[in-house]
């Protein structure tokens, strides 16, 4: 086994580099904190 064998996760909505996980581990739309935040102040920012 190769323990290198990992894979980059980005963030789905702003491409935020959020770590790395084994290759075999499927993440569907990873989020950074912000963007896992139901209310994000930017959001609303940009709505205005
Ligand atoms: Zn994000």
Redesign the pocket.
């Given at each position: 086994m190769n323990i290198y064998d990992t894979k980059q996760i980005k963030?789905?909505?702003?491409?935020?580099f959020?770590g790395e996980v084994d290759c075999d581990v499927e993440i569907i739309c990873p989020?950074?904190?912000?963007?896992?935040d139901p209310f994000p102040s930017d959001e609303i920012i940009t709505k205005s």
């Open positions: 963030c789905y909505r702003c491409g935020k959020i989020k950074c904190g912000p963007c896992a």
